[in-house]
């Protein structure tokens, strides 16, 4: 990540013409020869000088700080979207938003309502569990009684031993390190913020094992797989799962479905319902 001077002056330049003295609260005042604010004006709004303004606009300015860029985003009144773009054009992390994924949108939950015919989880991309629907229950049980801040699939895995009881035992070693190659690839997304480093924190502190497979660096994005469920009803069953996710990325939408000719333990979830599972939630 670099400072991208041409495209960054670029935008800033387009960004200035898309905006009228009226869009800022100034008065429009004589009539003007260009469209859109001058650059003294986006200056005073900024609160720097109208020479270092005129530099960052032609490409001959140093690395602009993050809190010059902060000052651009409310004066030129950036979108968030913008305002993101705008901060990796000038070489930096755009802004964390602390409530990245922490939230069920609207669209995921329209989405779970109408998926009810297969087992649908929603899970942040940190892997906390935000939603599922009766037969996702049914499968990996109830987190009723599970303090909404525990109920992180990566953090239970490591932390109880129930919970990793209900997988093919001989799959635990591949799961475990699948689990946190992705995890890794989601923190690295987010550039370290602060859930990621808390959830961190208490993985390295409380994880059984966590720390030596974090240590390895390993980092891949979970997009499908299968998986082999011990059930305490049905016995050994398998499902597959196909993971889709946000464009920001920051939530996944989990569908479980059987593998070819594997409709009978779909069927019989269904008859069990989501009352038969209630201590050992978990997730993919």
Same mark, same amino acid.
């Given at each position: 990540?670099?400072?991208?001077?041409?495209?960054?002056?670029?935008?800033?330049?387009?960004?200035?013409?898309?905006?009228?003295?009226?869009?800022?609260?100034?008065? +429009?005042?004589? %009539?003007?020869?260009?469209?859109?604010?001058?650059?003294?004006?986006?200056?005073?709004?900024?609160?720097?000088?109208?020479?270092?303004?005129?530099?960052?606009?032609?490409?001959?300015?140093?690395?602009?700080?993050?809190?010059?860029?902060?000052?651009?985003?409310?004066?030129?009144?950036? &979108?968030?979207?913008?305002?993101?773009?705008? @901060?990796?054009?000038?070489?930096?992390?755009?802004?964390?938003?602390?409530?990245?994924?922490? @939230?069920?949108?609207?669209?995921?939950?329209?989405?779970?309502? %109408?998926?009810?015919?297969?087992?649908?989880?929603?899970?942040?991309?940190?892997?906390?569990?935000?939603?599922?629907?009766?037969?996702?229950?049914?499968?990996?049980?109830?987190?009723?009684?599970?303090?909404?801040?525990?109920?992180?699939?990566?953090?239970?895995?490591?932390?109880?031993?129930?919970?990793?009881?209900?997988?093919?035992?001989? +799959?635990?070693?591949?799961?475990?390190?699948?689990?946190?190659?992705?995890?890794?690839?989601?923190?690295?997304?987010?550039?370290?913020?602060?859930?990621?480093?808390?959830?961190?924190?208490?993985?390295?502190?409380?994880?059984?094992?966590?720390?030596?497979?974090?240590?390895?660096?390993?980092?891949?994005?979970?997009?499908?797989?299968?998986?082999?469920?011990?059930?305490?009803?049905?016995?050994?069953?398998?499902?597959?799962?196909?993971?889709?996710?946000?464009?920001?990325?920051?939530?996944?939408?989990?569908?479980?479905?059987?593998?070819?000719?594997?409709?009978?333990?779909?069927?019989?979830?269904?008859?069990?319902?989501?009352?038969?599972?209630?201590? &050992?939630?978990?997730?993919?």
């Amino acid at each position: 990540m670099g400072l991208q001077r041409d495209d960054l002056a670029d935008f800033l330049r387009r960004s200035r013409e898309r905006l009228t003295p009226r869009d800022v609260g100034l008065a +429009e005042g004589p %009539r003007r020869r260009t469209p859109g604010l001058r650059r003294e004006e986006v200056a005073m709004l900024a609160g720097m000088s109208a020479d270092y303004y005129m530099r960052l606009e032609q490409a001959r300015s140093p690395q602009p700080s993050a809190q010059m860029l902060a000052a651009l985003t409310r004066a030129l009144r950036l &979108t968030p979207d913008e305002r993101d773009h705008l @901060y990796l054009l000038a070489g930096h992390r755009p802004p964390e938003d602390a409530r990245a994924g922490e @939230y069920l949108r609207p669209s995921m939950l329209y989405l779970l309502d %109408r998926l009810d015919s297969v087992p649908v989880q929603v899970l942040s991309d940190l892997g906390d569990l935000l939603a599922q629907n009766d037969l996702a229950q049914a499968l990996f049980g109830c987190v009723c009684t599970v303090a909404p801040e525990d109920r992180n699939i990566v953090l239970r895995w490591f932390t109880e031993p129930e919970v990793r009881s209900h997988f093919a035992p001989e +799959e635990h070693e591949e799961h475990a390190r699948q689990m946190v190659a992705d995890l890794r690839a989601a923190v690295t997304r987010r550039g370290r913020d602060a859930a990621s480093r808390a959830l961190l924190t208490r993985l390295r502190e409380a994880g059984d094992g966590f720390a030596a497979l974090w240590d390895r660096h390993e980092v891949a994005v979970r997009r499908s797989h299968r998986y082999r469920f011990l059930h305490p009803e049905l016995g050994g069953i398998e499902f597959d799962c196909e993971l889709l996710a946000t464009p920001a990325a920051d939530q996944r939408l989990l569908v479980f479905t059987p593998p070819p000719g594997g409709t009978e333990a779909l069927d019989m979830l269904r008859v069990l319902g989501p009352q038969h599972r209630h201590a &050992t939630a978990t997730g993919s």
